[in-house]
């Protein structure tokens, strides 16, 4: 039996309500990603895949793309419409470009620990390889902000069995490597308690054009299609994802589809517009 099924799970509390008795949040994230140096992304705009072994310099230039454009323009248009994000950050782009980093959080943006390198996912690294992921990711983002990062989520939101241990060890309070609920849960190990904010997965920019092939506009029109659902189910209080990635929805025919849905959230009165830290805020000091 895999070590994460025996970790004590507990319920803060039953009858949870966002602030103003809201049952609906909506978060937004930025993935801003980088690969180790002679890996690339497994993702590419390209449909015919190259053999086996031979390293996809169109792939690899695909990735780039976040940190060299996408994030800017992603980043202004947060700013344009006053929504605060979470950054989703490599430890390799805040130990490359610690100024860019610090920007993104001096704008009100959290910054998220997402692993040293989009390739360093933790089932597939030896305990010392996953600590030390960790562990460099926490210190070139804490060099980069001037304060620890409190939350996590790992490259393909994908724990290893040890990793939220380690994570505990490593000052981490809370993590969205979680899709098995719909509201936050802690999970309590011996070395300390670490708070599970679940991942919804519906609108997420990487699934929704690459794989399904949809366009920016039916990203829109499916959260809008959506929200009114969400608010009338009033006994279900949930959390819903909006996640770009910078080499992703960070070009400039897809980036408006952020503008709209955040524009059209950051005024709503019958929404809760937070970020993840803020999420967390609320379950420990209501729990």
């Not at 970790?7 to 509390?13: D, K, V």
Request: some cysteine; proline content about 6%.
């Amino acid at each position: 039996m895999k070590s994460e099924n025996k970790i004590e799970r507990i319920i803060p509390t039953a009858d949870l309500k966002w602030p103003g008795d809201r049952n609906v949040a909506v978060t937004f994230s930025v993935a801003y990603e980088a690969w180790s140096e002679g890996k690339s992304s497994g993702v590419g705009p390209m449909g015919n895949p190259l053999p086996g072994g031979v390293f996809d310099n169109n792939a690899d230039s695909y990735g780039r793309y976040g940190a060299n454009a996408g994030i800017k323009r992603l980043s202004r248009i947060l700013e344009d419409t006053g929504v605060s994000a979470n950054i989703l950050t490599s430890g390799v782009l805040a130990a490359k470009d610690p100024e860019q980093v610090s920007t993104l959080a001096a704008a009100g943006h959290e910054i998220v620990g997402h692993g040293f390198a989009q390739d360093l996912i933790p089932p597939l690294l030896s305990p010392a390889d996953d600590e030390e992921s960790i562990a460099k990711s926490t210190r070139a983002i804490t060099n980069a902000i001037g304060r620890q990062p409190r939350g996590w989520i790992s490259p393909r939101a994908t724990s290893g069995d040890e990793t939220r241990r380690r994570l505990v060890q490593h000052g981490y309070r809370w993590h969205f490597d979680a899709l098995d609920a719909d509201l936050p849960y802690i999970q309590r190990f011996p070395e300390g308690d670490l708070l599970a904010i679940p991942l919804s997965v519906e609108f997420n920019d990487l699934p929704h054009a690459m794989r399904f092939g949809r366009t920016p506009q039916q990203f829109v029109d499916m959260f809008h299609q959506a929200l009114p659902h969400l608010l009338a189910a009033k006994a279900d209080v949930v959390v819903v994802d909006v996640m770009v990635h910078a080499h992703c929805y960070g070009r400039p025919a897809s980036a408006w589809a952020l503008r709209e849905i955040a524009a059209s959230c950051v005024d709503r009165s019958d929404i809760w517009v937070a970020t993840r830290g803020k999420i967390a805020d609320h379950i420990f000091n209501n729990s």
